[in-house]
């Protein structure tokens, strides 16, 4: 029996399935999940003492690579100064001025703690804003675990195959509309059907909670423009591609390459905390304030904007400049290219899609020709991804422990750390192919 084994069997006596967050546990991969004690760069040690590259990034926030010294020294200033005060300091304002400057849509920040509450937020303020009570969100995307925002949903949901969470009310569930992804009928069919009565469209930015499925080229401008021609909003959902896909997310991408639009409501969250418990829901001021205290939208938070997590968040996006994003697109690059060679020389059948520096791998003759929604992306060879998972970790590689993830890189990933990694990929493909 390893440590970890220990460790994991201790675990499932004090929590639920040993674990605080699904994904976690193993379950559609297998075996026992790693407890980790350290973190440096790309790499993370666990309980076994035993070190990984690390393509989770704790899902997303470490875009520096783990325990960057100048993140760490942040924190550690920080805290020396004062866990929490309940009450507003400097810095929570500098943290809204970095992502007012960054995304230019942006007029007004508020500061909550997880990306659960920034969705859950923007929702209510579109509700409040629009006096409607219709949410419209597309099967595969994520949005947090917050009531209305579970059904058909990504990530773990898609990981476990459920279609949604017991103990959400019948009659919150009914407030939320789920559409396909990338379909632009149903889009103007669902807003046909519920006339003046759709408060707001909310879309992950680019989908990365069933794997990696970007938005088809004007898809988002689409969405904007009906929500907008129906007296709906939209909200943009940038918890997991804000600050990590570039210096102003996917949005600031698809705004580079000509695709203009403007969200009214963004939520961020991960690279925002910089690997502490900051999120954001942000949008143009008339919305936003809307908010208590000036408006009649209620939200608020003992933790919110706390000192030390803000210090955090804040350090990360003053280092996170235009060479930190060139690394991670140059990282996304070749590692991408070496799975998909490594696969091709196997004959797994799969697709590598991509957003910006994030990719995933879709396994299957099925799915092979390209995923555009959730209903082809469940149509994937999982089983492919579980033999593939182990020979990467039994090689000293760290995956999501999920089919449905996004492999998350950091601009600490140098060469020694990708080489680690492409040394490990004929061994899985060949796991890949005979599983
Ligand atoms: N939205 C998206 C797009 C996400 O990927 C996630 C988390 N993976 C969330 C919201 C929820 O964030 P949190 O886990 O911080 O509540």
């Not at 993370?44 to 704790?58: F, H, M, N, P």
């Not at 379909?183 to 408060?199: C, K, M, S, Y």
Request: hydrophobic residues 50%; contains cysteine.
């Amino acid at each position: 029996m390893t440590h970890n084994d220990e460790l994991f069997a201790r675990a499932q006596t004090a929590m639920p399935g040993g674990v605080n967050s699904p994904v976690r546990a193993f379950g559609s991969v297998g075996g026992t999940p790693r407890f980790f004690v350290s973190a440096r760069g790309p790499y993370v040690t666990d309980a076994d003492g035993r070190e990984y590259v690390d393509l989770v990034a704790s899902w997303g926030p470490a875009i520096l690579g783990h325990a960057h010294p100048e993140v760490v020294a942040a924190v550690q200033d920080a805290a020396a100064r004062g866990l929490s005060f309940g009450a507003s300091t400097p810095a929570e304002t500098e943290l809204a001025e970095q992502i007012t400057s960054r995304v230019g849509a942006v007029e007004r920040v508020r500061l909550v703690s997880t990306g659960t509450e920034a969705t859950m937020t923007a929702v209510r303020l579109a509700r409040g804003f629009t006096g409607r009570d219709l949410v419209v969100k597309f099967s595969g995307h994520y949005h947090g675990h917050s009531d209305g925002l579970l059904a058909q949903a990504g990530s773990g949901l898609a990981t476990l195959a459920l279609p949604g969470s017991a103990g959400v009310p019948e009659a919150v569930a009914a407030q939320t509309v789920v559409i396909p992804y990338n379909d632009p009928d149903a889009l103007a069919e669902v807003f046909a059907q519920h006339p003046g009565r759709i408060a707001a469209v909310i879309t992950e930015a680019a989908a990365a909670n069933m794997g990696v499925v970007s938005p088809h080229r004007g898809f988002n401008a689409l969405l904007a423009r009906t929500c907008h021609d129906n007296g709906a909003l939209l909200i943009l959902d940038e918890v997991l591609t804000g600050f990590r896909l570039g210096a102003a997310g996917l949005w600031g991408l698809q705004v580079a390459a000509g695709e203009v639009y403007s969200p009214d409501l963004f939520t961020f969250g991960k690279v925002v905390g910089g690997g502490l418990p900051v999120a954001a829901v942000a949008g143009r001021a008339e919305v936003m304030e809307m908010l208590a205290p000036l408006g009649p939208v209620y939200q608020a938070g003992t933790l919110s904007g706390n000192p030390v997590a803000v210090a955090a968040g804040l350090a990360t996006l003053r280092l996170a400049d235009a060479a930190v994003y060139a690394r991670l697109d140059r990282a996304a690059d070749e590692l991408s290219t070496a799975v998909e060679d490594a696969l091709a020389r196997e004959g797994v059948a799969h697709v590598i899609q991509r957003a910006g520096n994030l990719f995933s791998v879709f396994w299957g003759e099925d799915v092979a020709a390209g995923v555009s929604d959730y209903e082809t992306a469940v149509r994937q060879e999982s089983f492919r991804y579980r033999a593939f998972f182990h020979a990467m970790l039994d090689a000293g590689v760290s995956l999501p422990p999920s089919a449905f993830e996004a492999w998350f890189l950091t601009a600490a990933h140098d060469d020694a750390a990708l080489e680690r990694i492409i040394a490990a990929l004929p061994t899985a493909a060949r796991a890949a192919a005979a599983a």
